[in-house]
Structures are given as structure tokens and as C-alpha cells.
Antibody, heavy 122, light 107 residues
Framework: EVQLVESGGDLIQPGGSLRLSCAASGFTVSSNYMSWVRQAPGKGLEWVSVIYSGGSTYYADSVKGRFTISRDNSKNTMYLQMNSLSAEDTAVYYC????????????????WGRGTLVTVSS | EIVLTQSPDFQSVTPKEKVTITCRASQSIGSSLHWYQQKPDQSPKLLIKYASQSFSGVPSRFSGSGSGTDFTLTINSLEAEDAATYYCHQSSSFPPTFGQGTNLEIK
């Protein structure tokens, strides 16, 4: 079955660090564009970061310099290392896959995980 | 950054009604506009890709149209299970952005 499963969400104090994982099954993470998208409680969707199949990485301005996206091909898993967390980072974090299209990706998110909740609070 | 503005923010409708949700982009994005449905406590699900192409397995009552800056999601003959928040998303320009969402309530 093709699916994504996030884990690692937790209650963390401001200024702390956390690493989220996104385990894929049914397809190869390294062959796809994979993103993190977050949703603050009661709010809309916000794109956070992407890792391309070629390994390039990009970030939203709101997390640049604090978050790092990566993947472990041997585990078919993507990660999001989050540092210097603040209350504004409180959200459900989803991983999402863009289907491949030619040498790039399709642009839309066809597959989403169920999300993992990160709560930043003292 | 391209801003997507959806209208309305909230709509209460009765079953079998026809619903139209609009998404306006702050600059032209061609057809790089996609629609998602999110039910409470669930992850978003893709409905429409590239403005008007239905995604696999999506009921035929969902359709999309538009190009450039103005886009529409239409739900024909609304069903109770369509109660959800709907989001548009653009992939024309970096960073990808989402509309603020339209909350659809079924009376």
C-alpha cells in the first residue's frame, strides 16, 4: 500500500528542538519531491519545506535557518529537524508527495500522511 | 509570494444544492491551481489538479475551471459527506501557497 506515516511530534518548550520523521511505503522517497506542510490549530495550510529527488532543499521564510529537511534512502524516510522552536511553530505537520512528472514533479500533493502534532509551550 | 484569496470563507448549504467556491490569485498562475478537501481531523485530499482535471477516484460532482487569476470549484448536487474545508493551492511560483480555506457546512 502506498502511504506516508509521520511521527515524532511532541510537547516541547520554547527554544527546544525536535525531529519529525515521515516513513514511506509503496514508493521510493528519493525518487520523489517530498514536502512538509503544517497546519496551526484551527488555521489553514502552510507549506514549510521540500526536498527534491536530486537532493536540493528549499524552505519557507518562516522556518529558514531553523529547520532542516533531509532523507535516509536506506530507511525510505524523510525528516524535518526543527530548532529554536517557538509558539508560532505549534501545528500538525504533514508530509506530502508530489507525483513525478518528467525530470521534475507535478506540483500538486497527491499523497498526504495523517500528520503529527507539535506543541510548543512552557 | 502569490496570495490566493478564497470566497466565501464559510457557506451553509442544503443537500442537492450546487456550490461554487472561488479562488483568486494575486498574479497570473496559468493553470497551476489545485483543490483539496479536508474533513475534520483528517489530512487534505486532492480533488482537482491543474484547475480542471479531476484526480483519480474523486466523485464526478466535483469539477474545476478557470485560468490566469480566477478559478472556481463547483460541487453539483451536494451530499452530506461533502461537509469539509476546501483549499486551493498554487504551484506556479515559489513558494507554493494555499488559500485561506472555505468551510462548507451542510444544513
Amino acid at each position: 500500500e502506498v502511504q506516508l506515516v509521520e511521527s515524532g511530534g511532541d510537547l516541547i518548550q520554547p527554544g527546544g528542538s525536535l525531529r519529525l520523521s515521515c516513513a514511506a511505503s509503496g514508493f521510493t522517497v528519493s525518487s520523489n519531491y517530498m514536502s512538509w506542510v503544517r497546519q496551526a490549530p484551527g488555521k489553514g495550510l502552510e507549506w514549510v519545506s521540500v526536498i527534491y529527488s536530486g537532493g536540493s532543499t528549499y524552505y519557507a521564510d518562516s522556518v529558514k535557518g531553523r529547520f532542516t529537511i533531509s532523507r535516509d534512502n536506506s530507511k525510505n524516510t524523510m525528516y524535518l529537524q526543527m530548532n529554536s522552536l517557538s509558539a508560532e511553530d505549534t501545528a500538525v505537520y504533514y508530509c506530502a508527495r508530489e507525483p513525478p512528472l518528467g525530470v521534475g514533479a507535478a506540483g500538486y500533493f497527491a499523497l498526504w500522511g495523517r500528520g503529527t502534532l507539535v506543541t510548543v509551550s512552557s | 509570494e502569490i496570495v490566493l484569496t478564497q470566497s466565501p470563507d464559510f457557506q451553509s448549504v442544503t443537500p442537492k444544492e450546487k456550490v461554487t467556491i472561488t479562488c483568486r490569485a494575486s498574479q497570473s498562475i496559468g493553470s497551476s491551481l489545485h483543490w483539496y478537501q479536508q474533513k475534520p481531523d483528517q489530512s487534505p485530499k486532492l480533488l482537482i489538479k491543474y484547475a480542471s482535471q479531476s484526480f483519480s477516484g474523486v466523485p464526478s460532482r466535483f469539477s474545476g475551471s478557470g485560468s490566469g487569476t480566477d478559478f472556481t470549484l463547483t460541487i453539483n448536487s451536494l451530499e452530506a459527506e461533502d461537509a469539509a474545508t476546501y483549499y486551493c493551492h498554487q504551484s506556479s511560483s515559489f513558494p507554493p501557497t494555499f488559500g485561506q480555506g472555505t468551510n462548507l457546512e451542510i444544513k
